[in-house]
Nanobody, 126 residues
C-alpha cells in the first residue's frame, strides 16, 4: 500500500505558476506509475498528466500541453506537476494518484489508479 500527500496548491493570478508536489510513503515508489488528476465543481475528475514508473513515458491532456510538466524523483518518493501560464479554467482540486499495474504506461484513466491523495486546491483568478 502507498499513502499520498499533495502540497503546493494555492491562489494565483492568471498567467502565474504553481508547482504541486506529491509525497509518497509505504511501498517502493518506483513500483508505481503516477498521475495528476483534477476535479472542478460539477465536473468529472480528469487526468491532466501522468508518468510511467521511470519517467520514460508521459501523458498530457490537450488542455494543458505546453503549460504543465510532470516529473518524478524516485529517490525522494515524489512526483511533481509544474504548472505555468495558468488560466481560470485550471481552477480545481488537484489529486495525485498511483497505479500498481502496467507501470510502464502513464495511468491516464481513473480506474487504472489504485491509490489517491486527499487533494490540494488550485484557484486561478482572472
Amino acid at each position: 500500500q502507498v499513502q499520498l500527500v499533495e502540497s503546493g496548491g494555492g491562489l494565483v493570478q492568471a498567467g502565474g505558476s504553481l508547482r504541486l508536489s506529491c509525497a509518497a510513503s509505504g511501498r517502493t515508489f518506483s513500483s508505481y506509475a503516477m498521475g495528476w488528476f483534477r476535479q472542478a465543481p460539477g465536473k468529472e475528475r480528469e487526468c491532466v498528466a501522468a508518468i510511467s514508473w521511470n519517467g520514460g513515458s508521459t501523458y498530457y491532456a490537450e488542455s494543458v500541453k505546453g503549460r504543465f510538466t510532470i516529473s518524478r524523483d524516485n529517490a525522494k518518493k515524489r512526483v511533481y506537476l509544474q504548472m505555468n501560464s495558468l488560466k481560470p479554467e485550471d481552477t480545481a482540486v488537484y489529486y495525485c494518484a498511483a497505479a500498481g499495474q502496467h507501470i510502464g504506461v502513464p495511468p491516464e484513466e481513473k480506474n487504472e489508479n489504485d491509490y489517491w491523495g486527499q487533494g490540494t486546491q488550485v484557484t486561478v483568478s482572472s
